[in-house]
């Protein structure tokens, strides 16, 4: 499956099912032997339903890692135990260790073993640790780590209100770029887009204080 999920930004082989944020266009890619899976337009979008997924067990009382991959990967498809015993050895946890998959640091270990079992490589060979935690992020995962994009874009806001007496132009600058920086799924692009917005914002202040 290492090449579906590469080839399709899945980390992990997730299946159509619900309607994820994210996705390509084909939405789904179908293997030579008829399975399908969802294509996600980037990796940050692949991790995201992951994650999403992870939060919908959760509610539902999934809380250990035998009970995850039981589910996750059904003896119909796969040798659960040894998923289940490989999944447990790698993130550090028992198989029936109660575990909290809302939570950055048990979620992402989960994850990261997960997708070297999807892959059957090294995490690093498809994915990166920054692609998970935005993709974390964005899922809702409240204590994942804030891309750095998402970051400046707040400090940027902040500075804006702080001023926005003395210039509105500021605002207004922020407003102008903000919809690219929520829109952009490259994360190069992100933190470009949102250093320009901090850029015209301190710009459009300057502007402002001279002209009174």
Known sequence: MASIAKRANNPLNIRPGQPYEGLGDPPFIETDKGGKFCNFSSPVWGFRAVFRNYITKADRGVNTIT?????????????TAVYIATVAKASGYGADE?????AWDTASKVCYAQAEVESGQP???????AQMAEGAFRAGITDAPQ???HKVAVLVSGAAAATSSAAPAAI????????????SHSHVLKTLFALLAGAFAVLAVYHAVRSK
């Open 67 to 79: 009970k995850l991959i039981s589910e996750w990967a059904p003896t119909t498809e796969n040798d």
């Open 98 to 102: 109660p575990i909290n998959l809302k």
């Open 123 to 129: 995490f690093e060979a498809n994915w990166t640790q």
């Open 147 to 149: 891309p750095v994009a």
């Open 172 to 183: 207004d600058a922020i407003n102008t770029y903000k919809p690219l920086i929520d829109q």
